[in-house]
């Protein structure tokens, strides 16, 4: 489903009110273009909790600090895909126009208080060049494989890309185009909007969750994969009325999910869930729930920083170029269970 459809619906918006906002995103911003630039952001920091600003805590999460970003350019924006670089403290970072975006964090200790640098650049196609159209530019996740490799998953033309070297601790390399595809058969049926919305790696092995593909038990059908194995499809249950949007490893075979929900009363709403995607027998475990009076938007990615025995989780929303909406970054620490 066309997120203005999503949006519209869950917040059952009017007629006239749902063509309009219809309109701003059909028009949207122009896709990727030029080469790797400096971006210019600004941040400003936002509370856990807007009824209670001194709030620090959400189920198992503490809260770290939050910023509303947003920048000249008006390619900044829709983003969808996020990953945690280890190596120079960087996410790296994906747009369904066909944008990179490399961030640079400004943090005091733990708490996150902007952003130091960014870099843009377009998502090149196999041949190096930017992408001309939506269907094809419409990236939703990210992962990245044991051999370094950035791997790129899009819906709307189901598929990954593999983009070899690029990481965001050298931007230069943000012009990196892609040599190899993957098309699983599994998503052959699932429909345009519904697609690979939440992947992550563990090594070789990729586990996707798609957004609308239906599976027996009410959550999303998925698959895990190693290259020359066959494709294994699995079901993924999900919190109460919510769609996956994003996932990263915590360990080994253990995954943190995102999902989103958008309602009339409630606005946005987040569950982040753990569970190990196509273990049989495995059940998610609910790890937090995030609604109004709570800062939250349109969370459509997610990052783990791993510091030593300490998990920290990185959660960032897509402003689908809507001014109803916002590009949101939260810092958090995941809590060891009690």
């Known amino acids: 489903m066309p997120m203005w459809k999503w949006i519209a619906r869950g917040l059952g918006l009017p007629a006239f009110a749902a063509g309009a906002l219809a309109a701003a995103y059909a028009a949207g911003p122009p896709l990727g273009s ?15 909790n ?17 910023i509303d970003l947003s920048s000249s350019d008006i390619r900044f924006g829709g983003l969808s895909g996020m990953l945690w670089e280890p190596a ?101 049926d699932w429909p345009r909007n519904g697609g690979m919305e939440a992947v992550a790696t563990n090594g070789d092995r990729i586990v996707a969750i798609s957004e609308e593909a239906p599976g027996k038990t009410g959550g999303r059908m998925g698959f895990s994969s ?23 490893q915590l360990d080994g075979d253990t995954m943190l999910v995102l999902h989103r929900r958008v309602g009339l009363l409630t606005g946005f709403t987040v569950v982040l869930s753990e569970g190990r995607p196509g273990v049989p027998g495995d059940v998610p475990r609910e790890l937090a729930r995030l609604a109004a ?7 459509e990615a997610l990052a783990v920083r791993k510091e030593g025995e300490r998990r920290f989780v990185y959660m960032l929303s897509d402003n689908n170029f809507i001014p109803l909406q916002r590009t949101i970054l939260l810092k958090f620490e995941l809590l060891p269970e009690k």
């Not at 079901?235 to 949007?245: E, I, K, L, R, V």
């Open 293 to 299: 009076p709570y800062t939250v938007d349109n969370m």
């Open 34 to 48: 030029g080469g790797v630039a400096p971006l210019d952001i600004r941040a400003v920091t936002v509370p856990l």
């Open 88 to 188: 120079c403290n960087r996410l790296l970072v994906v747009s369904d126009t066909g944008i990179w975006v490399a961030l640079e964090t400004l943090e005091e200790g733990d708490l996150l208080r902007g952003i130091r640098s960014a870099w843009i650049a377009p998502l090149l196609d196999d041949k190096g060049n930017a992408r001309t159209s939506k269907v094809d530019a419409d990236a939703e996740s990210l992962a990245r494989t044991a051999d370094g490799a950035t791997w790129v998953f899009f819906e709307q033309r189901h598929r990954g890309e593999r983009y070899p070297g690029l990481t965001a601790c050298t931007p230069e390399t943000l012009a990196t185009a892609p040599d190899l595809e993957f098309v699983p058969d599994v998503a052959k």
């Open 226 to 248: 190693e290259r020359g194995q066959s494709i294994l499809t699995f079901d993924w249950q999900n919190p109460d009325g919510h769609s996956p949007s994003a996932m990263d």
């Open 50 to 66: 807007r009824s209670d600003p001194s709030a620090d805590r959400v189920g198992r999460l503490r809260y770290l600090g939050g």
